[in-house]
């Protein structure tokens, strides 16, 4: 990503993987309405996320949701970054996975006008450099759902 910015990532995350994360994340909140996962761990051949749905997705929901996500990485969307005072920040994106006591500047990634959100992780700059995204199984249990998934050329 191209931006200059003060706050460096915590993680070195594999940049394709992550930027799918995103269109992933805000996929799943457009298809269930449910929150963006807070729990996941994103590597270079395969990362999961976890999800809390009232119920199982059928395969067909995901298949669905596959479907979506790659349609967005077919847009060859700008991915951008953009630092901002965290009370701009909270007028543009929810930033209630920032712990309360987080001060300063916030960072806001945007993936065109698709999703906006705050990371500080590494980032492709065209989602056209993502590949594409694969659903390689899931499971739910309790009212979760783990999604694993992976990027195929």
């Given at each position: 990503?191209?931006?200059?910015?003060?706050?460096?990532?915590?993680?070195?995350?594999?940049?394709?993987?992550?930027?799918?994360?995103?269109i992933?994340?805000?996929?799943?909140?457009?298809?269930?309405?449910?929150?963006?996962?807070?729990?996941?761990?994103?590597?270079?051949?395969?990362?999961?996320?976890?999800?809390?749905?009232?119920?199982?997705?059928?395969?067909?929901?995901?298949?669905?949701?596959?479907?979506?996500?790659?349609?967005?990485?077919?847009?060859?969307?700008?991915?951008?970054?953009?630092v901002?005072?965290?009370?701009?920040?909270?007028?543009?994106?929810?930033?209630?996975?920032?712990?309360?006591?987080?001060?300063g500047?916030?960072?806001?990634?945007?993936?065109?006008?698709?999703?906006?959100?705050?990371?500080?992780?590494?980032?492709?700059?065209?989602?056209?450099?993502?590949?594409r995204?694969?659903?390689?199984?899931?499971?739910?249990?309790?009212?979760?759902?783990?999604?694993?998934f992976?990027?195929?050329?």
């Open positions: 990503m191209t931006d200059k910015t003060p706050l460096s990532p915590k993680k070195d995350y594999f940049a394709p993987m992550h930027t799918a994360e995103h992933l994340n805000q996929t799943m909140v457009r298809v269930f309405g449910c929150e963006r996962s807070k729990t996941n761990h994103i590597e270079k051949n395969k990362s999961k996320c976890d999800y809390f749905l009232p119920s199982a997705p059928t395969q067909e929901q995901l298949d669905e949701v596959e479907r979506l996500v790659n349609e967005v990485i077919a847009m060859e969307l700008p991915v951008r970054g953009e901002m005072p965290r009370a701009e920040a909270e007028k543009r994106a929810d930033l209630s996975s920032l712990p309360p006591d987080a001060t500047d916030v960072r806001l990634v945007y993936i065109g006008a698709y999703d906006v959100c705050p990371c500080i992780g590494k980032h492709v700059e065209n989602t056209a450099e993502i590949g995204f694969k659903i390689s199984s899931f499971d739910y249990a309790d009212g979760k759902l783990r999604l694993r992976k990027l195929e050329n």
